[in-house]
């Protein structure tokens, strides 16, 4: 069975010069956090290109057949549990949830939104994993895959690049689909794009998982 995992942080190019803290919790998902960066919030906006992916993704062969269960959730970590039955995923996100530390892999038996990807492989042993990468992300990333716990992985691990993916021709179908919101990393200004993206997915999204989504406040407008 074939899953698919899309993060919203897939649009968002975030500058080094910018150096935002990121931490999954209440307080980094707040509007209060987001208004400390309000100066980037022309500039921190989803590209574009996201108004186009479902139809981009159906021109490679991918499509959503019979009625495939599909969900949005705050974090990426509640994918572990939606996608556990998956013989296959294909993860399209701006970071790999592979696990960035190994130490912390070792004692954190919970799936978190950075290793849930990782802890899945390893409950699955026959679990294939495709990591697509929007272009932007700087290359050293696939450095991170050469991480030595990612080792025993490696002949069910691919990396693809979305131009790269897109050029691909398949056919497969999905069967679940889980798309992740990352409000610690994706700003309150772009939440009502959030929503019309989940709403024009050919797979009808009918949940979302721990809470409904509720956009975030902030401003209408701001002060020349």
Excluded at 29 to 47: C, D, F, G, I, N
Excluded at 139 to 164: C, F, I, M, N, Q
Excluded at 199 to 217: E, L, N
């Amino acid at each position: 069975m074939l899953g698919l995992s899309v993060d919203w942080d897939f649009w968002f190019r975030e500058e080094p010069e910018w150096d935002l803290g990121h931490e999954e919790t209440k307080l980094f998902q707040s509007s209060a956090v987001w208004m400390t960066r309000a100066h980037l919030r022309q500039e921190y906006v989803p590209k574009p290109e996201y108004r186009k992916f479902w139809k981009q993704l159906e021109e490679t062969g991918i499509r959503f057949g019979g009625k495939p269960l599909a969900v949005a959730g705050e974090s990426h970590a509640y994918a572990y549990g939606w996608l556990a039955e998956c013989g296959e995923i294909i993860h399209f996100d701006a970071h790999h949830d592979m696990g960035y530390n190994e130490k912390a892999l070792d004692e954190n038996h919970v799936a978190y939104c950075d290793d849930w990807l990782y802890k899945l492989a390893v409950a699955n042993p026959l679990l294939k994993v495709r990591l697509v990468w929007p272009d932007w992300v700087p290359e050293y990333k696939e450095s991170l895959l050469r991480a030595s716990w990612l080792k025993p992985l490696k002949d069910r691990l691919t990396v693809t690049p979305w131009s790269a993916f897109q050029s691909l021709r398949e056919k497969a179908v999905v069967r679940r689909l889980y798309i992740a919101h990352s409000g610690a990393w994706t700003p309150p200004w772009a939440d009502e794009q959030f929503l019309e993206f989940c709403q024009v997915c050919p797979a009808k999204v009918t949940g979302y998982i721990s809470a409904s989504f509720h956009p975030r406040k902030w401003p209408k407008r701001w002060p020349v």
